[in-house]
């Protein structure tokens, strides 16, 4: 099982909805993030969280919310989804330091 | 501020032969720690390899190799032996090894393509 969970892994959605994506992780970790990947730009930050009670915005946050809902869990929310907001998330965790562990990804598709 | 640079959007490599891809990166940290990952067509990020910035040696696992020159400030993934399966886009990173937040920043990326 991976370490990194994300659901859905794809995703199509109208415009104007709201959509939830999940991310579990079994690492044990405080810190969890959620990435967006867009063609020529690489991955940027859109929230990251140290802890339950801690969470902070990235770059790109405008549009979107998450939630922390245990160590484990971090989940992130389109609350009316937009077309340029169709790209491939990422949610990924890690210690202090180190390497940034990353779930399989969630295409999503926003008609 | 940090930065990563690749400048190379895109690379070919004939098969079995050994490519280097190329990252600059900039920070005003004392203390950091470079990667890269894969990326296959597939999706999913695959960490490749770890250098630390006062690590005395480059870093190696298995066909991959670091190559850290700290004065000129880069980070070369060395790739030898290429396979067929080495075809991905391939990300540079880095993050400060101090205490607090340390943000990992992304490179573009750069595009392999391995040629049979």
């Known amino acids: 099982d991976a370490d990194v969970t994300q659901t859905p892994r794809n995703r199509i959605t109208k415009t104007g909805k709201r959509i939830m994506l999940e991310c579990s992780q079994t690492?044990?970790?405080?810190?969890m993030y959620w990435y967006r990947q867009d063609p020529g730009l690489g991955l940027r930050l859109i929230y990251y969280?140290?802890?339950?009670?801690?969470?902070n915005k990235g770059e790109i946050s405008d549009g979107y919310s998450v939630s922390r809902q245990a160590q484990a869990k971090f989940s992130l929310s389109l609350e009316s989804a937009i077309p340029n907001q169709t790209a491939l998330y990422f949610c990924a965790t890690s210690e202090q330091t180190g390497q940034v562990y990353f779930g399989e990804g969630s295409w999503l598709t926003v008609v | 501020a940090q930065k990563i640079t690749q400048t190379q959007p895109g690379m070919f490599v004939q098969e079995k032969e050994a490519v280097t891809l190329d990252c600059t990166y900039d920070?005003?940290?004392?203390?950091?720690?470079l990667f890269w990952y894969k990326q296959p067509s597939s999706g999913e990020m695959i960490f490749l390899i770890y250098q630390g910035s006062y690590d005395q040696q480059n870093a190696t696992e298995g066909r991959y190799s670091l190559n850290f020159q700290k004065a000129r400030k880069s980070a070369n993934l060395v790739i030898s032996a290429s396979q067929l399966g080495d075809s991905a886009m391939y990300f540079c990173a880095m993050r400060p090894t101090v205490p607090g937040y340390q943000k990992v920043t992304f490179g573009t990326g750069t595009k392999l393509q391995v040629i049979p």
């Open positions: 969280s140290f802890d339950v009670k801690d969470i």
């Open positions: 920070t005003s940290d004392p203390s950091y720690g």
């Open positions: 690492k044990g970790h405080d810190r």
